[in-house]
């Protein structure tokens, strides 16, 4: 292609029209409207290379939004995946302490005289081992965990009303006890020896083998005579052959007779503590061979005997 044309007038050669050698027609022809069809090339090039500037810059832009994003996925997909790690262990943890407490309460059943549970009673067996130890932090995962999570709250929680129903029961029983113990008797009634026990005996007024159905302290007239339980006294009076008789109901079916007394400390309808002055030794009654006390206690009506009931650890103001 040339650009060249020629000036008559001057004799020199200027550039006008732009021409090509068609070899068909083995001469240089003239390019029609060349400034025109250039132009409108180049303003459709120049639309072109905008338009691809423009794609390709957005490509750019959004691919590197979305590995931005994804990066930051992953970084929260880790601190999450980290915060769960954290709560099974504490979970872990947690059970671990629940199961050795409530390992312990059969102990504490049997203490206060309570049946122990038997364990497969119990909803026990709570551990570690069903959590699956992974470092994957896929979404789907994360899921699964936490499903294993809540379902590992629910069985703890489970335990520990099961284990509060069962310390409610351990403290009434306690309490109950404590009530108990201050009430049954528990000391001797009397600083001085024993001398007739309980058991068939040879009466030495009766001339016969009866039963003796307590103990017999060997006291002087006047000796006192203290209350060995909680309780109230039930009956004052004189009675047949025991004389002057003090009864004390100490609850739980249990109820203490002193007899052959010489006088009344208390009144009935009172109530009296472990260690309260009740009465003072005597020798009333037709059935007393000199002065002593007759002391029995009586668990629903049985008369038992009370050498099982006078622990020597205790003092009689204790």
Not at 171 to 186: G, M
Not at 258 to 265: G, R, V
Request: aromatic share 12%; charged share 25%; net charge positive.
């Amino acid at each position: 292609m040339f650009p060249f044309s020629e000036n008559k007038n001057s004799g020199q050669m200027k550039i006008k029209k732009f021409y090509y050698f068609s070899p068909e027609k083995l001469k240089l022809v003239p390019i029609e409207n060349f400034i025109p069809k250039v132009m409108i090339f180049l303003g459709i090039f120049a639309l072109l290379f905008i338009t691809l500037t423009v794609v390709i810059s957005h490509s750019l832009i959004n691919d590197s939004k979305t590995l931005i994003l994804k990066t930051q996925n992953e970084i929260i997909e880790k601190e999450y995946q980290k915060e769960i790690n954290l709560l099974e262990k504490k979970y872990i943890n947690l059970a671990q302490k629940f199961n050795g407490i409530a390992n312990s309460s059969n102990d504490l059943r049997l203490s206060v005289n309570l049946e122990p549970i038997n364990l497969d009673d119990r909803n026990y067996g709570i551990g570690g081992s069903q959590f699956v130890n992974t470092e994957q932090y896929s979404l789907l995962v994360q899921k699964e965990k936490l499903s294993i999570i809540y379902e590992y709250a629910n069985h703890i929680e489970m335990n520990l009303n099961f284990e509060s129903s069962n310390y409610e029961e351990i403290k009434n029983k306690y309490i109950e006890n404590e009530d108990l113990y201050k009430r049954i008797p528990a000391i001797s009634p009397v600083n001085s020896s024993i001398g007739d026990r309980f058991g068939v005996r040879f009466h030495p007024i009766l001339n016969r083998k009866k039963m003796h159905n307590g103990l017999d302290f060997l006291a002087n007239t006047g000796e006192r005579v203290f209350a060995p339980g909680e309780g109230v006294v039930t009956y004052r009076g004189k009675k047949g052959g025991y004389g002057k008789v003090l009864r004390i109901n100490h609850g739980y079916g249990y109820e203490t007779i002193y007899a052959h007394l010489s006088k009344y400390k208390v009144k009935k309808g009172q109530k009296v503590k472990r260690g309260d002055l009740i009465a003072l030794s005597g020798n009333s009654g037709s059935l007393s061979t000199g002065p002593h006390l007759h002391y029995e206690i009586r668990h629903n009506g049985i008369c038992l005997n009370p050498k099982n009931f006078i622990f020597d650890n205790l003092t009689l103001f204790e």
